[in-house]
């Protein structure tokens, strides 16, 4: 008799570490994804020497000038 091999098995481990790694990937990038953007932004404020704007959430800030800043 012949034995089967377990290369299918250790094929659809694989998938599965992969699959969980992606879902908590992305899971982070949702729970995070505002304040990485409100960081990204805040950078590229200074750059064009703008004001950064906070928004009333997360990922929600821009770009300004003094006057817009003090008129919301």
Known sequence: MKWLSNKGQALIEYVLIVSLITVVAISIVRIFGGYLKDAITKS?????????????????????????????
Do not use: H, Q
Not at 47 to 69: H, M, Q, W
């Open 44 to 72: 590229s404020c200074s750059l064009v020497d703008k004001v950064y704007i906070e928004g009333a959430s997360p990922g929600e800030g821009r770009c300004g000038t003094e006057n817009d800043f003090w008129s919301d």
